[in-house]
């Protein structure tokens, strides 16, 4: 009977340590990578206000979306969900308003993280991305179906 209990109680503790772990990493233990931008046009080293890839149109956006898609997954799936579909953990990206005061906020929150009672809830990624990989992102994000 002992027997039984410590290899029920062994299975019962592996397994929540197994959940824990899983809702712990999320989609993954990953470090923010940078994103290969070549292709695009160089941005000027002020930061736009308004999605330039967007303006632009035609090839240079279909290929900030692509690069997008890409560094979205390397740097934004884990919190705001693969395919941009939120799991509740980050905002759902997809559902930020069109146009300059959507891209406002998603530059603001890109660039400089989010911090909630002094801890970051987002890190900043300012020092890593690029201003064009900022872009893409925000151009594969708006294209991804609400």
Known sequence: MKIKFVALATIVVGALHMAFMQSSLGHGDVQPQAVDTEGLDALPEEFALENPYRLLGGEQYELAVQIGASGYNQNCARCHGLEAISGG???????????????EWFMERVRNGYS????????PFEELLSQEAMWAIRSYTETRPK
């Open 89 to 103: 953990i980050a905002p759902d990206l997809r559902m930020l308003e069109d146009g300059e005061f959507g891209d």
């Open 116 to 123: 909630q009672n002094g801890a970051y809830k987002m890190p």
